[in-house]
């Protein structure tokens, strides 16, 4: 404590499995990201589902809430994580990606999906899962060979039973996994040289749960000093906080607040896109 505000004095890190202590100078300045929505996750291959493993609070893989966790023994102001990282039931998601070398598999995608700013998407209206299949523009990565095609999805009930594999989807394969669509997509060709790998993620949506108003804390922390919160769950008024430029923008506002740096143009203008970006985000969920 300095002048009435509260600053961090001293880091203690875990670095690759040794404890170490990092003393903060006088001007140093502290910015550290709050919770993650890979929290949790587990990847499963074309042939095994997902593991299944608790998601306990205290465990020691679950890392992304442990700064959160400690923060808010020192203060009201630093907001409410147990709001977004205890309500697994509420903020599962499965999700997907297929790596496909057959074309006519990829052509048949490509020509019943329909086009939106965030993506071509095709949507599942009849599966039990809520399954959603997205068509990035190809290629994907850098290195990505042009016979390859990448798509991503996800699963917004991935503990119902499916339509046309019938377990939950959290317990499903990868091959599972595409059997369900091509049932859904009536696709009854053979589709070759295709892999699919599930991924659970039980904190994918938490980051858009029902909240207070105090349970996101603000960039800077009143009555701190040299201390700001960045990531998905810190408090910026007004803006959706569903994709990635939302992160960005709070590591901004910190920089901009810590270091007197103007602030930059918000490229993605709340006043300007707050429509399109709830229609983006009501699209996803
Ligand atoms: C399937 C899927 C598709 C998406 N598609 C898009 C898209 O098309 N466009 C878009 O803009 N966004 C998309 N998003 C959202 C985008 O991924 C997120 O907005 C972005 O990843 C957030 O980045 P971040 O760095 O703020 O947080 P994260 O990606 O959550 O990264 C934070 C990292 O910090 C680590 N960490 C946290 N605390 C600690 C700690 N104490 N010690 C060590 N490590 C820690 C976490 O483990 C994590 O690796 C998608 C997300 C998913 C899951």
Redesign the pocket.
Known sequence: MRDGRKKISRLNL?ENGYQVALDMGAHDIVIL???????GSSTGTHNYPPPTRSIELNEEYD?????WLELITHGHTFGNPYNFCTRVDDST?T?FTITTADTCFWEFLASIATHAE??AFILLPKSNWDLRL?I?MQPVFGQQPENIHVI?G?ALFPKASGNYVQKSMEACSGAQVITEILGHLNYHSTVDDTTTIP?H?PR?SSLLLVRSVADRPEVIPPKTSHLAL???FVEIPWYS????????R?AQIATSQLTGIPLLDDKHGHTGSTTRSTLRMLFWR
Do not use: H
């Not at 906080?241 to 960005?248: E, F, L, Q, T």
């Open positions: 875990l990201m709050l919770g993650s929505t890979v929290s890392e992304n809430w442990t700064i998601l999700s965030a993506g997205c990035p991503w996800f991924r993620m994918m960045v990531g998905q906080c569903v994709d990635m430029s939302y992160g960005i709070t």
